[in-house]
T-cell receptor, first 117, second 110 residues
Framework: GAVVSQHPSRVICKSGTSVKIECRSL??????MFWYRQFPKKSLMLMAT?????????EQGVEKDKFLINHASLTLSTLTVTSAHPEDSSFYIC?????????????FGPGTRLTVL | GQSLEQPSEVTAVEGAIVQINCTYQ??????LSWYQQHDGGAPTFLSY????GLEETGRFSSFLSRSDSYGYLLLQELQMKDSASYFC???????????FGPGTRLSVLP
């Protein structure tokens, strides 16, 4: 399968700071990238979908100004959690989809565990 | 609305066969996928059904019935390493978005 990396894998920050998470597809061009949020022992909640070169499409209830998504190239998407608060603490996972693999296959990054103090 | 249902937990012993069901209700349907996620890890793709019937991939098989909005994942010859959470996911909204089920936690006992 394809390789997707995320950086950082773990981050602890103070309330009010902003955190940027990078998602890179290392060996294929990702036409679409997805950002998910996952709470412990819960399912993945889609936050937004981004296509290279266009604005991200956010799911209902996800604040665009809070979670800034940039998909500047076919291999890189970033999620910035602005003015983070303790309730933003979660596991954030990105996934990529391109022309590799079955049409329904997404390739997930290893995730970023965010803890806001 | 969009909703998927799965059993929350399943327990079985090594060597056994387990079936994890998934029912869905979504605004559109472009296929049912299954993902495996170990604790602390990322989900990994297992299988995909776009048409009715059974798809077999090694020890894992997946079934879909579009008329019943139902599918299942069948795991055979269970191994301890199969202990994980399993998510079904439906692709909807013109095939752009993926909606995940709540997940089924499988525990394989020796």
């Amino acid at each position: 399968g394809a390789v997707v990396s995320q950086h950082p894998s773990r981050v602890i920050c103070k309330s009010g700071t902003s955190v940027k998470i990078e998602c890179r597809s290392l060996d294929f061009q990702a036409t679409t990238m997805f950002w998910y949020r996952q709470f412990p022992k819960k399912s993945l909640m889609l936050m937004a979908t981004s296509n290279e070169g266009s604005k991200a499409t956010y799911e209902q209830g996800v604040e665009k100004d809070k979670f800034l998504i940039n998909h500047a190239s076919l291999t890189l998407s970033t999620l910035t959690v602005t003015s983070a608060h303790p309730e933003d603490s979660s596991f954030y996972i990105c996934s990529s989809k391109g022309h590799r693999g079955p049409d329904n296959e997404q390739f997930f990054g290893p995730g970023t565990r965010l803890t806001v103090l | 609305g969009q909703s998927l249902e799965q059993p929350s937990e399943v327990t079985a012993v090594e060597g056994a066969i387990v079936q994890i069901n998934c029912t869905y209700q979504t605004s559109g349907f472009y296929g049912l996928s299954w993902y495996q996620q170990h604790d602390g890890g990322a989900p990994t793709f297992l299988s995909y059904n776009a048409l009715d019937g059974l798809e077999e991939t090694g020890r894992f098989s997946s079934f879909l019935s579009r008329s019943d909005s139902y599918g299942y994942l069948l795991l055979q010859e269970l191994q301890m390493k199969d202990s994980a959470s399993y998510f079904c996911a439906v692709r909807d909204n013109y095939g752009q978005n993926f909606v995940f089920g709540p997940g089924t936690r499988l525990s394989v006992l020796p």
